[in-house]
């Protein structure tokens, strides 16, 4: 997708924050030999939200231009870092920098923000203060009450960079488009306090529960496309 957005035919900025998860074998595989400007995140598919550890390595970094490899590629310190605030205000710093159109940037250009945040993946983990907004769920286990604080997290990033969009004059031409890969964990794999009802299963199973994921658009620019709003899309649909 951003191998065409960033085409000369599609004329995009494309910039990727947060989670890669497809393919760290060679540096061809990496994001800004895939269509982005940059990236600022991590290649694997999982690791510790704040010390940025998997499997006894460190995986953070910014890849700061086109076919960044090596030699460019830069390993960022940010451990100690709740991940989902750090994408947050990496995300914001993009869409700054994008308004104030830097003289080597084409103002004509429209920008493609991808932001894949961690959350709310395993491991689970999230600052305290959001899991105390649920003390007083009684009927809810520590990994229900983690979960909420997780996602809680999550959703004040995505208020926070959808403000900055509109404080940078963007937001009336924006369109949002938010998904999710697959359904919560909730018999194997790492189990979390979420839920799929009224699906069946969870992820790893092929049960709806596990297989489907919800998404919806949103954002001024719907109205622009003269695309329907506030309506439910019944059907299937694909994103890989």
């Known amino acids: 997708m951003a191998d065409l957005l960033g085409s ?7 910039h990727a924050v947060g989670k890669w998860h497809v393919g760290h074998s060679r540096w061809e595989q990496t994001p800004t030999f895939r269509g982005f400007m940059s990236f600022f995140g991590f290649y694997l598919g999982m690791e ?8 006894g390595g460190y995986d953070f970094r910014y890849d700061s231009k086109p076919n960044c490899g090596e030699g460019c590629a830069q390993i960022i310190d940010e451990r100690g870092n709740y991940s989902t605030h750090v994408f947050t205000r990496e995300a914001i710093r993009v869409v700054r920098d994008y308004a104030t159109k830097d003289e080597e940037v084409d103002s004509h250009a429209p920008l493609f923000l991808y932001l894949a945040f961690q959350a ?7 600052p305290q203060q959001y899991v105390d907004r649920y003390e007083n769920k009684t009927d809810w286990t520590d990994k229900r009450k983690k979960y909420a604080g997780m996602l809680s997290a999550a959703d004040e990033g995505i208020r926070n960079v959808t403000q900055a969009f509109k404080n940078s004059g963007l937001w009336e031409d924006t369109l949002v488009i938010f998904t999710t890969d697959n359904g919560g964990p909730t018999i194997t ?4 306090g979420s839920s799929n009802y009224p699906k069946r299963g969870g992820k790893h199973s092929l049960w709806e529960g596990g297989t489907t994921g919800d998404g919806f658009l949103s ?8 695309l329907p709003t506030k309506e439910r899309f019944p059907h299937l649909f694909h994103v890989v």
């Open 189 to 192: 794999g790492c189990v979390q």
């Open 8 to 14: 000369n035919d599609g004329g995009y900025r494309t």
């Open 48 to 55: 510790d939200y704040f010390t940025h550890k998997t499997n």
């Open 219 to 226: 954002g001024p620019a719907l109205k622009k496309l003269q």
């Open 120 to 126: 709310v993946h395993c491991p689970n983990e999230v």
